[in-house]
């Protein structure tokens, strides 16, 4: 449990520097012209949309402990969190 709970964690932490490090400026800002590509519904899920994000991004879950229906929560999980932790970043 504490393990999953640590990979939740380092996995939200992943999405959301992944993300920031896509914007406009920065050294991933490449990755954004993806959404020309592959249209923003298919872009969100890369690093468009921080809680989409989640779906995508939670392989480490995958590698780790494998699809079991524990998956779904998870993913869910990170999206909250994800969610939640950019926008408290975001705020202050």
Known sequence: MIEI???LFLNSFYCI????????GMI????????NY???YWYKPIA?????MASLHSFP???MFGFDWTYIIYVFG?????????????SE
Do not use: M, P, R
């Not at 800002?29 to 959404?35: I, M, P, R, T």
């Not at 468009?48 to 989409?52: D, E, K, L, R, S």
């Open 48 to 52: 468009g949309c921080i809680t989409c």
């Open 5 to 7: 709970l640590l990979l």
């Open 17 to 24: 520097g992944f993300q920031l490090s896509t914007e406009d």
């Open 78 to 90: 990170l999206a909250g969190l994800n969610t939640w932790l950019y926008n408290v970043g975001i």
């Open 28 to 35: 991933l800002s490449s990755v954004s012209k993806l959404e």
């Open 61 to 63: 879950y995958l590698l």
């Open 38 to 40: 592959v249209g923003y």
